[in-house]
């Protein structure tokens, strides 16, 4: 990063500033990268746009009664210089005049800081729906833009969902692509800003013993598992417009084969690692029908936002098979539910079974690496060991490294903090590319239609089960061995 970039104020505009993911996600992002020094008091400010009839106070207290829940009161003087960055400009999202106030006030921002023309940031952050995109980022072209580049840029962060389909995903990279290069287009997809996630390549790629058993030769199949223990709840109109599939599998999930599954890149930088993720995610063959478990909760149609006839999985579970030298034959299982016995995401490496096995530990169970994402961040090795006692026995345990106990003093970021300040380095490593994206779709749009035309019917579950039991026949099928009697419990601080 040469000097330049830094030098001129940057503005972080934030559009649908008065909704509940500006409130939820965005703005607690930006103080905490501005509590830990990460933003300038005298050379960022902050401006909140929306249709909403609002004065900067009006959001400030919005703003303050949402993070005044989470700040401790030996912030809130941090919280309080940290609000006084923030102004609001009220328009619509189509409208010439209120893109033309909202340019005339980071201008004037711009001036009072004395940047030099063509040096100055500017960071808009699309906390809107998607349907609105084609129309807001063609204003920002026409009238927010940075006149002259001098080492200043604009760049535009939106939000997923980007599409519904290959069709429709592509028609929205076509008309982002007229009006934006791709360098300035941040495509958030928030799983790439977990912590244990961004572990991914570091664990791969810089641990002699995983190198060589990361193949097809020692790993039978791997799970990539999303769970939570709670139905749609107050979501259930736009969930049942786009569904399990679309809302965690198709982006949340891929994303995480892709890491799991990459070749070594040539070198950290973004575009080398980006590319990787594309060849792995070319490899991925059809998926077969059969291969897919679909489910859907008992009442989910009792939520009144909901058609009484909806055909939309609350759970599923697919099998996808990469066609490459490395993973030829080994079946990963993308698996995401709802109103399911417990919350987690993890992934779930499981090893073959030991060759000529004296011990016969077969019974105990397989060798299995486990990445736990969320909660209770860790990592686990679990392997078979001989019972304590004076019998010769065997029994299985856990090499573990769980990060609250490990890192005790040190608190993990929330993921939007981190792709923020990602969008301010410029650093678009964890952001969706738009090829990426295309080839995401057409991995999952012809199941995806099948289940739109009802040729594919969801199966019924009891909230808090372990889901549809064909979907444990399905994992049993693709050579997932389950483990008896062993539970990992996450260690506590003494």
């Avoid at 063509?118 to 063609?138: D, H, I, N, W």
């Avoid at 066609?323 to 399911?340: D, M, Q, S, T, Y």
């Avoid at 090893?351 to 969320?374: C, T, Y």
């Avoid at 003093?409 to 295309?438: C, M, N, S, W």
Wanted: with cysteine; charged share 25%.
């Amino acid at each position: 990063m040469g000097l330049v970039q830094e030098a001129g104020c940057l503005s972080i505009i934030v559009l649908g500033a008065s909704g509940d993911l500006a409130k939820k996600k965005t703005f607690p992002a930006l103080f905490h990268i501005f509590q830990q020094g990460f933003l300038q008091e005298n050379d960022v400010h902050i401006f909140g746009y929306a249709r909403t009839k609002l004065s900067d106070d009006d959001l400030r207290e919005r703003i303050r009664g949402y993070l005044g829940k989470v700040v401790s009161t030996e912030n809130a003087e941090v919280l309080s210089k940290f609000l006084q960055l923030i102004k609001y400009v009220s328009g619509s999202y189509d409208s010439e005049e209120g893109f033309q106030l909202l340019d005339m006030q980071v201008s004037e921002h711009e001036t009072s800081k004395n940047s030099q023309p063509g040096t100055s940031r500017r960071l808009f952050y699309l906390a809107l729906p998607p349907s609105v995109y084609p129309s807001v980022c063609k204003m920002i072209r026409r009238h927010c833009m940075n006149q002259s580049d001098l080492g200043g840029w604009t760049r535009i962060v939106v939000e997923k969902p980007f599409g519904k389909d290959l069709e429709s995903a592509e028609d929205l990279s076509a008309q982002l692509g007229k009006l934006f290069d791709e360098k300035q287009l941040y495509r958030i997809d928030h799983y790439l800003g977990k912590e244990l996630v961004q572990n991914l390549l570091v664990l791969r790629f810089a641990n002699r013993f995983f190198m060589p058993l990361w193949n097809r030769d020692n790993i039978d199949n791997i799970q990539i598992v999303f769970r939570e223990d709670f139905g749609t709840e107050g979501r259930g109109g736009y969930f049942d417009e786009y569904g399990i599939i679309r809302d965690i599998i198709q982006n949340h999930l891929l994303q995480v084969l892709c890491l799991v599954a990459m070749e070594k890149p040539v070198s950290l930088k973004p575009e080398h690692i980006r590319d990787e993720k594309v060849k792995v995610l070319q490899s991925v063959l059809p998926i077969k029908p059969e291969e897919v478990v679909l489910g859907q909760y008992e009442g989910y149609k009792d939520d009144p936002t909901v058609s009484d006839s909806s055909n939309t999985p609350t759970f599923a579970t697919a099998v996808l098979r990469i066609h490459n030298e490395r993973w030829e034959g080994v079946p990963f299982i993308l698996k995401a539910g709802k109103a399911l016995n417990s919350r987690k995401a993890e992934i779930r490496v499981q090893f073959k079974d030991v060759p000529g096995d004296i011990f016969k530990s077969k019974k105990q169970g397989r060798n299995e690496f486990v990445i736990r994402l969320q909660p209770s961040e860790a990592m686990y090795m679990k392997l078979t060991v001989k019972k304590p006692g004076l019998q010769m026995s065997t029994i299985q345990s856990e090499l573990d490294l769980s990060y609250g106990l490990r890192y005790q003093d040190v608190k993990i970021p929330e993921a939007y903090e981190r792709l923020i300040l990602d969008t301010i380095r410029g650093d678009q490593q964890h952001f969706v590319r738009r090829d990426e994206l295309r080839v995401a779709w057409e991995i999952f749009t012809p199941l995806l239609h099948s289940i739109d035309d009802g040729q594919l019917k969801p199966i019924s579950y009891e909230p808090g089960s372990r889901g549809p039991a064909e979907a444990d026949e399905l994992l049993a099928k693709a050579g997932y061995v389950q483990t008896h009697g062993y539970i990992w419990i996450p260690p506590t601080l003494a």
